[in-house]
């Protein structure tokens, strides 16, 4: 009976959905309170004044809570009269039965069974007796909800169906179903941590809680425990288990034990080691000598130099060790190495520790190569502007100087006198002697003239020789030069006793043939030049300006220069500067004998410079400013073009020999030219820094010398061997100084002795000096 | 075809194919800066220059071989790998899982170098050639203060005076050690190690300063090459005198930082002594004092023996010595004629260390030369009361109390002395005086031109004479004469000194030469001005000046060979001439010093 109940209240506790209040009769057995007022409830559900009416609403005992309470609530206030001293009853039941629940009877005693069983019966079970306890009446819905809204207990009345009747909850019960539904203990006095209490009294103990021996397999090893340690160690044997553990630092060992293998080659490429650190010397010791410290002057001098140019490292002197301090740069330096070694590019470079005087070829001594001039013997004073150019008679007695200031003076070379003086009007810009030696004739060229002087030297033989040389006739003197135009006219120079060539242009250099008979005259085509004097001086000033030019250019610079308008170009044949550059009228060859004049039947490609006679044979050099043409005159045809390479040439000379010549260019080089070498230079001097002005060959002797502006002349040794397989052999062997410059010009000529190793040079500064070995 | 234009799967050619850019190869590695950077120092990688630089000047090119060279690399790997490692570490730090990140720390891989050393310097002596830096930058590691936020560890520091320590009792044992430079950077050591010449830096001992300047990193860099292989030098090196590395401390000296000497090295023949007197080896001063004294008997004795051995008398030692000095007079046949020399600088010589001495190069220097040497402090051999030290060196103002028995001397003394291979006279070292001045012993006096300081002078004839003293030494008496090694020597001097006449034999020819020169310059003068005399008599004038063209005639001489050259000869003579003026510039400027500090002094 206790045992079917308690699973009922088990039942109840366990779906509290099927009644409202079976949630009350649930929880522990062991507290009483509760326990008790829920068996109370039990006791009076087991009432046998409960109806056995079934009720067909309440179909099935797992209603939901709402429809429940909502069918409870309209049950209630049927059998509200009815259930009222029940109600009670079960109160007074309540208080009075506090600790057993056994005795309590339940009213229906039907048991723990569906409900909807007794649905269609009228009776909902029996009570204790077998007797059946009839449902209550049904009261209409209508009359139960009036009830239910009079009566303000309702909200705590609850329909029991299974006693089918309404119980009225107390207030106590409400307050433990809320705070069942807080989810707390149900009773408000129940304390769920509750100090503990050592019930146990330990000491005085005479016996332990449990006298068992202490087993035997605490003492032997685990046989488990053996087999895993037998497996692991097979484990690790058959190395199934590695050991990732870090191993212990390995300290050095012998790398390098035998340097035999050593010898194979590594497959990168070669490895150039850091040079060393430079080594310190003396400045850097702690205790220096006196002199290797800078004084505070030098010192303060630092600062105003540049800052890579500064002393990186300043010495200074500590008078014992205990007082060198820590150097402050150690580490920097030692960074700076370190960024040396792997941020600069290593390349292996030559360092050539030699002599710096082995790079200079070995050359002969110079005494070996004596004679040549070395000092300055004598002086020639007289001219009043600078000395343009000088020749020295065939037999070196005597010597004659131009000057720019207009005058031609004959010179008697060891002593010094002057000997004879012509004023010739302009500037002299060359003459030449006559290399016979006994017609003493002077070409000199003066502007557009070339004079032809008699010097009045020699006997009188020879004076009358010269004097039938130099007579022309006036009348065929245009005729000769046939269908053209004549470029030049011979005339008689009644002043000074000569010829006068005129030319159409400025004659620059004039140069004997070696024969004596012909000679070279050069008119450089400088075009602007000759046209602004062609304006200036020409006979068709009046005229409308015409002027035939090959360049466009060169005209329109013309207009701009002189304001002249409406320049129209005309082909003349009389008068055309195209003719004579095209035809290279810049170089005339003159017949003394025939008072004749040719051009050269050539095409002259740049501007000539200086033309030259070969010393034995018909040909004849011209120097234009890129190249020297070699012409055979006999032939009539070009022989070699010699490519100088050089800015602009302004002076040759060819060797005696012939086969040599050298170039001087107005940058201050020197090419000298082996013409049966190469058509290039066989070897450039570079000795002046200025314009060299003229170059010469000493006749006999093996030397040659170089003029220049820069006021020095270059002696050279410069000998010619016979045998073609060796090469000349060129030895530089002395700087003549002497000279001033004035406007910027230095000496101006130079020229060699006939016989004498003695050089003459012509200065700007109107001296002119000789120099003697 | 066009020049720049390269048809589609054409290889590049020239420069571009050989040569890369730095950020190419960064890409081409797929590494990042710093690590190159770490790579190039580790391998040896340097920057090249192409002839052409095909991308502008300024990039940094490599080649491509060295970069392929550094593909191959397996640090690169073992980087990456130390990178997931470091994620993993802080992932573990982050998660607060203390002891993973601890396990992990410990297993962090790291690289190996000695398989690029061997890379780098296939024989020993390649090695030995480099160790310049090596050195310099280990000694100056040891000396510097470790400190967190410069990321130089503790360790470190002790690895590298470790390091440091073990090279120098190497060089110090095997009297190595050539010269000595005192230099305000710090003192200079020059060694003799297989033939080849060290010479490194080791910064004064006081605290180094690491300035914010540098980048310390490239340094560590450096550092992490050259430790290990220091390391393995020294392990060579103690190898091969039959030593083992690392060699065993004496933890007492150590503790009291008596530098070099708390590195053991004993000599085979030794070996058994010093076991011996390992054996009664309790810890206390007196003791330990008596331990090194009978140390140094020990060498002392031995080179008894081995003096005896060259007078060749069969000492009356027992058989196993005789063992030993078998093994010592071939180990004596090996060493050079130098190291014999340096060997017996400091011989049969005590010197006592003062306080306030810095120890730690003298311990260094003065066993390296054959000398003993005591210090004031714990530890120390013996005392300052030792009646038999020779030289004690001082470094204040006055000394207080002294020994007659002994010189009390400047430090510098030490060093000059090591410097010019005799012992030079004290009187002015003496405490209190000015010393004469530190000569660098790396110049070289020979050079023409060279300016040569008067102390220089003065150690020369020091030299000279201290060699001729040596010829009548007592240990070589007249039947010596057949001792190879005294006849040596005797040639040796023979040949210095016929040296010496020879140049002075020149230079007295110079002289002469000169004289007759001047003589006929002045002669030449001599016709220029009776030339001028004729010459104003005729009328026309001349140059008198002629001494001014006597000077312009040496120049034109001179002059005259450049004529002759090639321009490309021509510019290097010039740039050799430039060169050399300056070095004369300052060879002048010294002179010209020494003759204003002369002429104030008179």
């Not at chain 1, 609850?158 to 409400?174: A, F, R, S």
């Not at chain 1, 190569?369 to 065939?394: N, R």
């Not at chain 1, 033989?461 to 130099?470: A, G, N, T, V």
């Not at chain 2, 002469?512 to 005399?533: C, F, P, R, W």
Request: aromatic fraction near 8%; charge should be neutral; proline fraction near 6%.
């Amino acid at each position: 009976m206790t045992g079917k109940k308690k699973a009922t209240k088990q039942n109840n506790h366990e779906d509290p959905s099927e009644k409202f209040p079976s949630p009350t009769a649930s929880d522990s057995d062991s507290d009483s309170d509760y326990q008790d007022s829920s068996t109370d409830d039990d006791d009076s559900s087991f009432s046998p004044d409960s109806q056995s009416e079934s009720e067909p609403e309440n179909g099935s005992p797992e209603n939901d809570v709402s429809g429940d309470s909502e069918a409870g609530a309209s049950k209630d206030e049927v059998h509200d009269e009815d259930g009222g001293n029940e109600s009670s009853d079960l109160h007074q039941g309540g208080a009075e039965s506090d600790s057993s629940e056994d005795e309590v009877a339940p009213r229906n005693t039907v048991g723990d069974v569906p409900l909807k069983w007794y649905d269609d019966e009228p009776h909902i079970g029996y009570d204790i007796k077998g007797k059946k306890i009839k449902k209550k009446e049904k009261q209409d819905k209508l009359d139960s909800f009036l009830a239910n809204v009079d009566d303000s207990k309702s909200w705590r009345k609850v329909y029991d169906e299974y006693n089918d009747e309404v119980v009225e909850l107390t207030k106590d019960e409400i307050k433990l179903i809320g705070r069942l539904i807080k989810n707390r203990a149900p009773h408000a006095d129940f304390d769920p941590y509750p100090d503990y209490v050592d019930w146990f009294k330990w000491e005085d103990a005479k016996h332990p809680l449990s006298n068992a021996p202490e087993p035997k397999r605490r003492f032997i090893p685990s046989k488990w425990e053996d087999k895993r340690v037998v497996q692991l160690v097979r484990a690790i044997r058959k190395g199934l288990i590695p050991f990732n553990k870090p191993k212990e630092e390995d300290g050095p060992y012998l790398l390098w034990g035998d340097d035999s293998g050593s010898t194979e080659k590594a497959n990168h490429l070669a490895y150039i080691p850091a040079p060393k650190r430079r080594l310190p010397g003396n400045d850097e010791s702690y205790n220096p000598p006196l002199e290797y410290i800078p004084t505070q002057e030098e010192i303060n001098s630092y600062q105003l130099m540049y800052e890579e140019d500064r002393p990186k490292f300043i010495p200074k002197r500590f008078t014992s060790m205990r007082s060198i301090p820590a150097y402050e740069n150690a580490m920097k330096d030692c960074f700076e190495r370190c960024l040396d070694l792997y941020l600069c590019p290593r390349v292996r470079k030559k360092r050539l520790n030699i002599d710096p005087e082995s790079l200079k070829p070995k050359l002969p001594s110079r005494k070996e190569l004596k004679p040549y001039p070395i000092t300055c013997y004598i002086e020639y004073k007289g001219h009043e502007d600078a000395v343009t150019s000088i020749s020295i008679e065939a037999s070196g007695q005597w010597m004659a100087s131009g000057s720019s200031d207009g005058t031609v003076r004959i010179w008697e070379v060891e002593t010094g006198r002057c000997l004879r003086q012509w004023e010739v009007g302009e500037a002299v810009s060359c003459i030449a002697w006559n290399p016979l030696p006994d017609i003493h004739i002077l070409a000199v060229s003066v502007g557009q003239d070339v004079l032809l002087l008699n010097t009045c030297l020699g006997d009188e033989e020879e004076q009358k020789r010269i004097k039938d040389l130099l007579w022309v006739d006036p009348s065929t003197a245009s005729d000769d030069s046939g269908n053209k135009a004549p470029s030049v006219s011979w005339l008689k120079d009644d002043k000074h006793e000569g010829l006068r060539l005129r030319h159409f242009k400025t004659v620059t250099t004039v140069e004997w043939h070696r024969k004596g008979d012909y000679f070279s005259t050069v008119m450089p085509a400088d075009i602007l030049f000759e046209c602004y004097k062609y304006m200036i001086h020409g006979p068709y000033r009046k005229q409308t300006v015409k002027l035939v030019v090959d360049y466009i250019f060169v005209s329109c610079f013309v207009i701009g220069l002189n304001g002249t308008r409406g320049i129209k170009c005309y082909t003349r044949t009389g008068f055309s500067l195209t003719s004579s550059l095209r035809e290279s009228r810049a170089v005339l060859i003159h017949q003394l004998s025939k008072k004749l004049t040719q051009k050269l039947p050539f095409k002259l490609h740049g501007l000539a410079v200086r033309s030259t006679f070969h010393p034995s044979r018909s040909i004849f050099f011209v120097c234009t400013k890129k190249s020297v043409r070699v012409y055979d005159l006999l032939k009539t045809k070009v022989i070699k073009k010699l490519d100088t390479g050089l800015r602009e040439a302004s002076s040759i000379a060819v060797h005696p020999g012939g086969d040599n010549l050298i170039v001087g260019s107005k940058e201050g080089k020197m090419c000298w030219f082996d013409m049966d070498l190469s058509s290039k230079p066989y070897k450039i001097l570079k000795c002046h820094p200025k314009d060299i002005n003229n170059v010469v060959f000493h006749r006999s002797y093996p030397l040659f010398a170089s003029c220049s502006d820069d006021c020095t002349a270059y002696v050279f040794h410069g000998m010619v061997y016979s045998d073609l397989n060796q090469n000349p052999l060129i030895v530089p062997l002395e700087i003549l100084r002497g000279h001033t410059s004035s406007n910027g010009r230095g000496i101006l000529d130079c020229k060699f002795h006939p016989r004498q190793p003695w050089l003459f040079t012509a200065g700007a500064d109107k001296l002119i000096k000789l120099y003697c070995h | 075809m066009v020049k720049h234009y390269r048809p589609p799967g054409k290889k590049k050619e020239g420069n571009a194919a050989k040569f890369v850019t730095r950020s190419q190869a960064l890409k081409h590695l797929q590494i990042s800066l710093p690590l190159f950077r770490k790579l190039c120092i580790l391998k040896g990688v340097t920057p090249r220059e192409p002839k052409k630089k095909f991308k502008g000047t300024h990039q940094t090119y490599y080649h491509v071989k060295d970069i392929a060279f550094l593909h191959h690399e397996p640090l690169v790997e073992i980087h990456r790998a130390i990178r997931v490692h470091e994620k993993k570490i802080k992932k573990a730090e982050a998660k607060k899982n203390l002891e993973r990140a601890k396990r992990l720390r410990e297993r962090t891989p790291k690289p190996k170098i000695d398989r690029i050393i061997r890379q780098r310097y296939p024989r020993f002596v390649d090695a030995l050639g480099e160790l310049d830096d090596c050195l310099t930058m280990v000694h100056l590691f040891a000396a510097l203060p470790a400190s967190q936020s410069k990321k130089i560890d503790v360790e470190c520091v002790h690895t590298c005076r470790r390091l440091a320590h073990e090279w120098q009792a190497f060089i110090s044992r095997t009297h190595k050690l050539r010269k000595t430079f005192v230099s305000v950077k710090g003192i200079y050591y020059q060694a003799d190690v297989e033939g080849q010449t060290i010479t490194w830096l080791t910064p004064h001992s006081l605290q180094q300063v690491v300035t914010d300047d540098i980048d310390i990193t490239t340094m560590l860099n450096f550092l992490q090459l050259y430790e290990p292989l220091l390391g393995f030098v020294n392990f060579r090196l103690y190898h091969s005198i039959n030593l083992k590395y690392p060699p065993k401390t004496d933890p007492r000296l150590e503790a009291i930082a008596a530098d070099v000497l708390y590195i053991k090295i004993f000599f085979p023949n030794h070996a058994d002594l010093y076991a011996l007197l390992k054996s009664d080896h309790v810890a206390g001063s007196g003791q330990v004092e008596t331990n090194q004294k009978e140390a140094e008997s020990g060498v002392e004795k031995s080179e008894l023996r081995l003096a005896q051995l060259q007078h060749q008398l069969p000492s009356n030692e027992q058989p196993g010595a005789l063992m030993h000095l078998v093994e010592e007079v071939t180990g004596e046949d090996e060493e050079d004629q130098d190291t014999r020399e340096c060997k017996r600088l400091f011989k049969n010589m005590k010197f006592f260390l003062s306080r306030e001495v810095h120890r730690e190069s003298f311990l260094f220097v003065i066993p390296a030369f054959g000398g003993t040497v005591s210090w004031e402090g714990e530890g120390a051999p013996f005392g300052e009361s030792d009646q038999s030290i020779s030289h004690q060196i001082v470094d204040r103002e006055s000394q207080g109390h002294r020994f007659l028995s002994r010189e009390y001397v400047q430090p510098q003394w030490v060093y000059d002395c090591v410097n010019a291979r005799i012992i030079l006279p004290t009187e002015n070292y003496l405490v209190g005086r000015t010393p004469p001045p530190h000569l660098s012993p790396f110049i070289n006096y020979d050079e023409e031109g060279a300016y040569v300081p008067d102390y220089a002078k003065t150690i020369k004839h020091l030299q000279a004479a201290a060699r001729k003293e040596v010829l009548p030494l007592p240990g070589f008496g007249k039947e010596d004469l057949e001792d190879p090694q005294n006849l040596l020597i005797g040639g040796l001097i023979d040949r210095a000194e016929a040296n010496e006449a020879a140049q002075k034999k020149q230079k007295m020819k110079i002289l002469e030469q000169q004289y007759h020169d001047d003589l006929k310059k002045e002669l030449k003068g001599d016709t220029h001005t009776s030339a001028d005399s004729k010459e104003t008599s005729t009328g026309a004038e001349l140059n008198g000046e002629s001494t001014r063209n006597v000077q312009e005639n040496i120049d034109d001489s001179s002059d005259m060979g450049k004529l002759m050259l090639s321009r490309k000869k021509r510019k290097l003579l010039e740039a050799m001439q430039i060169s050399n003026a300056r070095k004369q510039g300052k060879t002048d400027l010294l002179r010209q010093r020494k003759k204003k500090i002369d002429e104030a002094k008179s």
